[in-house]
């Protein structure tokens, strides 16, 4: 049985070598598939993110006509990814982390930089949880309403 998984990362490998192809775009829709597929750590996606193209003056008079090494390594990665499924089927993701996970990425993108390892140094502290509770109370106290809402918000959504 093939999986739908593996069928959308052939079609990237495909659009490759499509005439108008767009390394950006292709990067974009490639980075959420792998994401979903492997999560959002994922040393794949990390390796596309990498993916640029070289405009110095020595890339530009290369007349070799060599296969454009950009779309070589993107080959490679997705490639690695299309049998590592086909090798071990889908990874298990652990439903436990994916809430602290969300919870981290709307943190940090909603407090300011110091509010955030506020944040993190009080969860990293070896205290009972009834002081880290107040701790972490204070803060919220201390927030502007605007960036409460934003939480709450956010949380309920379920965006990062």
């Not at 205290?127 to 109370?137: C, N, P, T, W, Y």
């Amino acid at each position: 049985m093939e999986l739908k998984e593996l069928e959308i990362l052939k079609n990237q490998v495909t659009k490759l070598d499509d005439k108008a192809f767009d390394l950006e775009s292709w990067k974009i829709y490639t980075i959420n598939l792998l994401d979903r597929i492997f999560g959002r750590e994922s040393q794949k996606i990390m390796q596309i993110k990498e993916l640029k193209y070289d405009f110095s003056s020595w890339t530009l008079r290369d007349t070799s006509g060599s296969l454009d090494p950009i779309k070589k390594k993107a080959k490679v990665i997705v490639q690695s990814a299309i049998n590592e499924l086909e090798q071990f089927g889908l990874p298990e993701k652990d439903k436990a982390e994916e809430p602290v996970n969300l919870i981290a990425e709307i943190l940090k993108d909603e407090l300011k930089g110091s509010e955030y390892k506020r944040v993190v140094r009080i969860m990293g502290k070896d205290e009972s949880d009834e002081v880290k509770s107040g701790q972490l109370a204070e803060l919220i106290n201390d927030l502007d309403m605007q960036t409460k809402n934003q939480i709450i918000t956010n949380l309920i959504m379920g965006n990062y």
